[in-house]
């Protein structure tokens, strides 16, 4: 089997992780990092490319030392260094570099100081107060990581669904691509849009279970087996992803999906009460649903009961769908941290089909961002009006994205601020505020007249960074009586609002924002995973402001400021 390049990447990047813990210099693990991305999208395989004769050292990034340790992992499957600072560092101490707070530095003083060497160990030293004994950890630190440490355990041993997609829809296209096999769908947790998959599981319709092994076995992408029952293949990727793939006779795939996607708690729910001696076998899950006479609900609706009860009552909806949003009105440029011009990102935009879009760069409080000053406002608008001018067909609205401060204040002026045609508020900083303090903080951004949604509210980062302390029914409130909406973030990383916090805005008829928050024109593609989660929590395409055409939508952003 031919090593692919993810697998070579991905060790080069586990291998940077133990070279900081061990205090190797940064320069030197930065390089590995580097090359690690390199490779990871490298267009040609790198097997391939020493077959051929030519130097690893062709790749950009790709030294003598690191083509040392690409050419042995090639030749015989292993890693020399990797494999020799495996053994000196302990495992767990790389788990620790995924709590938001601790660097290499900081997880080697805890290592030294505290003997900690994995996450049960700096839990128990969190509860026992011992952080602080250590050099360099303050009481505002200890809080700051346990707080992570609760988000982080949430998700541990999960990937973000992002993450997984890639791999899913290859297998797709692998094992769909064999006679044998008439369908393959991606299950479970994947299937309801979780953001974050434990293991992807593939339900697959097919008699031939050794055409499914070998095509399996050969996958690029193919890193070993792992335990399986006797109707799964059961396997790891080059990525340490779980998959498990159930075959199915054609005549059974139906019910085998239905079971597979689950939830458990949904399933239980489903059939309670019913008297089912067998099992109807179905091709379809719409064939198995009507065998049993329920309702076949959305796969996003179906990790709990509360869907299938609000379904039984009210009747099935029709939920929102990527084709409904007609503009995005949250996005960065080369103004401050994006990477693509006003007019490239319209120009994207307006090839996915879109009818309007909004330029909202960040404001001087975001230093790390090149947040905009005021005197360079001027000059941004210009820019803005000058790509609207150069791109037909899109309308493209001039917006900021201005921080909240620390007491709720605006970062930007309000005579800039009224020029605009999109104002969002949003929280960067000083995440650590109590509840009272941060609900106050946003409550009175929302009380201003001129601001019009809150982009990414809760400030969660999934499996990295919990949400802030928001009081909801205050902030629900506010909403209601101020005209403030708020924004479904599409950042894979963010997804936010939660699921429960969209069904709850749409209980109440306060419209939700689904953005990409895109830095890069390829960002603007993840639409559809803030599709999934507005899904997840029961929107129409009626509760979400910017599936209006777009005097519609304009007409609604500035209710607030009329209202006034």
């Not at 982080?152 to 791999?167: D, I, K, M, N, Q």
Request: charged share 25%.
């Amino acid at each position: 089997m031919q090593i692919s390049n993810a697998n070579l990447a991905y060790t080069l990047f586990r291998l940077a992780n133990l070279m900081e813990i061990s205090g190797e210099p940064g320069a030197k693990v930065q390089a590995y990092r580097t090359a690690a991305q390199q490779i990871l999208e490298y267009p040609e395989k790198l097997a391939n490319l020493t077959l051929t004769g030519r130097a690893l050292t062709t790749i950009k990034g790709v030294g003598e030392s690191i083509a040392s340790q690409l050419q042995a992992m090639l030749t015989d499957g292993h890693m020399p260094r990797y494999e020799e600072l495996k053994a000196e560092v302990p495992e767990g101490l790389i788990e620790l570099l995924s709590i938001r707070g601790l660097g290499a530095a900081k997880v080697r003083t805890l290592h030294t100081a505290l003997g900690i060497a994995g996450i049960d160990d700096l839990r128990e030293a969190l509860e026992a107060g011992r952080l602080r004994e250590a050099k360099g950890f303050t009481p505002r630190t200890e809080d700051r990581i346990r707080r992570s440490l609760y988000e982080f355990s949430a998700h541990r041993g999960r990937t973000l669904r992002a993450l997984v997609e890639p791999t899913a829809m290859a297998l797709v296209e692998l094992l769909e691509a064999l006679p044998g096999v008439t369908r393959a769908v991606p299950a479970g947790s994947y299937r309801r849009g979780l953001e974050t998959v434990g293991t992807l599981d593939m339900v697959v319709a097919s008699d031939s279970r050794e055409e499914v092994h070998r095509a399996l076995v050969a996958w690029d992408f193919f890193f070993g087996w792992s335990d399986g029952q006797p109707d799964t293949m059961a396997f790891l990727t080059d990525s340490d992803l779980h998959v498990a793939v159930h075959l199915v006779p054609p005549g059974a795939f139906g019910t085998e999906l239905h079971r597979r996607t689950g939830s458990a708690e949904y399933l239980a729910a489903l059939t309670e009460g019913l008297d089912v001696l067998e099992e109807p076998l179905a091709e379809s899950e719409e064939q198995y649903c009507a065998a049993l006479a329920i309702p076949c609900l959305p796969p996003e609706l179906r990790s709990g009961v509360e869907s299938l009860n609000e379904v039984r009552i009210s009747g099935m909806p029709e939920l929102i769908v990527v084709g409904d949003i007609r503009g995005d009105l949250h996005m960065h440029t080369t103004h401050t941290d994006g990477r693509n011009t006003v007019e490239e990102m319209a120009r994207f935009c307006r090839e996915r089909g879109l009818e309007y879009l909004a330029i909202t760069d960040h404001t001087r409080n975001v230093r790390v961002a090149g947040g905009l000053f005021p005197e360079e406002i001027p000059g941004y608008l210009e820019a803005i009006e000058l790509a609207n001018q150069r791109v037909p067909g899109i309308t493209i609205l001039k917006g900021l994205e201005v921080d909240i401060l620390a007491d709720g204040s605006m970062d930007m002026p309000d005579e800039i601020m009224a020029q605009l045609d999109v104002v969002i508020g949003a929280i960067h900083s000083h995440f650590d505020q109590d509840s009272e303090a941060v609900t106050r903080r946003v409550l009175t951004a929302m009380e201003h007249p001129l601001v019009q949604f809150i982009a990414h509210p809760s400030g969660r980062l999934v499996g990295s960074r919990s949400p802030l302390l928001l009081d909801f029914d205050r902030l629900y409130s506010a909403a209601e009586r101020t005209g403030t909406m708020f924004e479904l973030n599409a950042n894979p990383e963010r997804l936010d609002l939660h699921d429960q916090h969209c069904r709850r805005a749409r209980q109440l008829n306060i419209p939700v924002v689904i953005n990409t928050d895109a830095h890069a024109v390829q960002q603007l593609d993840n639409l559809g995973k803030g599709i999934s989660q507005a899904r997840r929590g029961m929107l129409a395409a009626t509760d979400v402001l910017n599936t209006r055409p777009l005097p519609a939508m304009l007409e609604l952003l500035q209710r607030k400021r009329n209202q006034q």
